[in-house]
């Protein structure tokens, strides 16, 4: 497998580009360089929930839901 093979397999994984660059020994600017385009699914972790807003994204063809993560905040959202 070659590095960026493996650069964007991390990022689908959901890893940084920061610990990409420091696991493969590339800088920040080649790890986002060659993964930036790898869409990573939002999950829910112990520390933080998601929620799903609406983006306009300038006319009505590119509108479409996207997930943000948020921290979690247990009087709000419960234990984990």
């Known amino acids: 497998m070659s590095v960026q093979e493996r650069a ?42 998601v929620k799903h807003f609406t983006n306009n994204g300038g006319c009505s063809t590119q509108s479409n839901p996207i997930a943000i993560r948020l921290p979690r905040i247990p009087t709000l959202h419960g234990a984990a």
């Open 8 to 49: 964007r397999a991390m990022r689908a994984d959901g890893v940084s580009f920061a610990e990409i660059a420091s696991r493969l020994g590339v800088s920040l600017q080649w790890a986002y360089k060659c993964a930036s385009d790898v869409v990573v699914a939002a999950k829910e972790r112990s520390d933080t929930i």
